[in-house]
């Protein structure tokens, strides 16, 4: 095989794999997004998603000091009228698609 032929090839396969990743990803932000619908959450799904990443990764740094505190955060930056208990919810959905690492976090609040 020709190196320019190859490296063609390679190309060709690293664009597919790179437009393959988002469509994956907004999958599973769309799944996401119908999960907190359930609970009465509507959002933008890329909001959704991006609020949910951010609640994890606030869980990984040690940011909230436990998972009062991380919905207290949530609660806030959701849309106004969300009730503790949809911020409770929005939190383990979250945790459930983004950082099931995370699920220990959750379970120590007795939630």
């Known amino acids: 095989m020709k190196p320019k032929t190859l490296a063609v090839g ?3 396969a690293a ?8 469509a994956q990803a907004d999958d599973y932000d769309y ?8 609970f009465g959450i509507y959002q933008p799904q890329d909001q959704l998603a991006w609020l949910a990443k951010i609640g994890c990764d606030r ?6 000091r436990d998972a009062y505190a991380s919905a207290n955060f949530l609660q806030r930056n959701l849309p106004r009228g969300t009730t ?4 409770f ?12 690492d995370a699920a220990g976090f959750l379970q120590q609040a007795g939630v």
Do not use: E, M, S
Not at 16 to 22: F, K, N, S, V
Not at 84 to 87: D, E, K, L, S, V
């Open 10 to 12: 390679a190309v060709a």
């Open 84 to 87: 503790q208990g949809q911020a």
């Open 59 to 64: 869980i990984g740094r040690g940011v909230d």
């Open 31 to 38: 799944v996401f997004k119908q999960t907190v619908n359930g």
């Open 89 to 100: 919810q929005f939190l383990g959905a979250a945790i459930d698609h983004y950082c099931p």
């Open 15 to 22: 664009a597919a794999i790179a437009l393959a990743a988002p």
